[in-house]
């Protein structure tokens, strides 16, 4: 009597047997990538939020100067903040100082990289620092 190897019949997998498994790999990928893109755009937009917040506190520090204050225009002022860059049309001095106490902030996510943010100097309190109240735009993440 001859004996049946039964190891010998099975080498692998069927091919219905890898259809599921790549329809299931696709369904987790169907359903976490989505998630997974929210998750880094968010993690963007705090980032730009972080990146201005220091700009505004390099200009709290800035306004702090004797120096620095004391040229102000008598106007209003604003610094305006956008992807590399820091500018105040009215008194480039401010702008130049801020950039020695903070590098040009990197504005990476895609809501806020090509927008230009306005903060807005405060006469009334001492040069407070304020930003601008914008829909769009918050300095707390």
């Known amino acids: 009597m001859k004996k049946h190897n039964s190891k010998g019949k099975n080498k692998g997998f069927s091919l219905v047997e890898l259809i599921v498994v790549v329809a299931i790999m696709a369904v987790l990928t169907a359903v976490l990538a989505p998630q997974y893109i929210k998750y880094v755009e968010n993690s963007r937009k705090q980032s730009d939020a972080s990146a201005v917040s220091e700009v505004i506190h390099a200009a709290e520090i800035s306004l702090a100067d004797n120096t620095v204050y004391e040229g102000l225009p008598a106007s209003d002022l604003e610094i305006e903040v956008s992807?590399?860059?820091?500018?105040?049309?009215?008194?480039?001095?401010?702008?130049?100082?801020i950039l020695t106490v903070v590098a040009a902030p990197e504005l990476k996510s895609k809501a806020y990289s090509a927008e230009t943010y306005t903060i807005e100097i405060d006469y009334d309190t001492d040069y407070k620092v304020a930003p601008y109240a914008d829909d769009n735009w918050s300095t707390t993440p």
């Open 83 to 97: 992807d590399a860059s820091v500018t105040c049309t009215a008194y480039p001095e401010l702008a130049t100082e």
